[in-house]
């Protein structure tokens, strides 16, 4: 007989808790998950309103280049360093986003099935 289904024969209150252990874990698991998912959404939407922004001040400084040519010197590189700014925060959500995103979910899951499996294997066999 395997020892899995004697096991669940004589003391099935074991096999009840560790599938409460193992669901436990994927909750805990799953919550980190959506934090970083939720996490990652955010980022992504808050880099696409800032180039968006980039986008609508680099037109306004166009246009503002265009029908002012008499500004003074002094005053010009306000211009084209103006969407410069929202720039920067869009790239630094998208390099935070990709960091989030690089996490590995369900890892703690994973090894746990592993090890598992590994028991039940090194049990198994003859």
């Given at each position: ?51 968006s922004a980039a986008a609508v001040l680099a037109g306004v400084a166009l246009m503002l280049w265009a029908i ?59």
């Amino acid at each position: 007989m395997h020892p899995l289904l004697a096991l669940l024969a004589t003391r099935p209150q074991l096999l009840v808790d560790h599938a409460q252990a193992y669901a436990a874990l994927f909750n805990e698991e799953f919550d980190q998950a959506r934090a970083s998912w939720q996490c990652t959404a955010v980022l992504q939407a808050v880099a696409l309103c800032c180039v968006s922004a980039a986008a609508v001040l680099a037109g306004v400084a166009l246009m503002l280049w265009a029908i002012s040519p008499a500004l003074p010197v002094q005053a010009q590189w306000v211009l084209p360093v103006t969407p410069l700014a929202p720039l920067l925060v869009a790239l630094i959500c998208m390099v935070t986003a990709r960091r989030v995103a690089r996490q590995d979910a369900f890892a703690n899951l994973r090894r746990q099935i592993g090890s598992d499996m590994a028991i039940l294997r090194a049990v198994g066999s003859p």
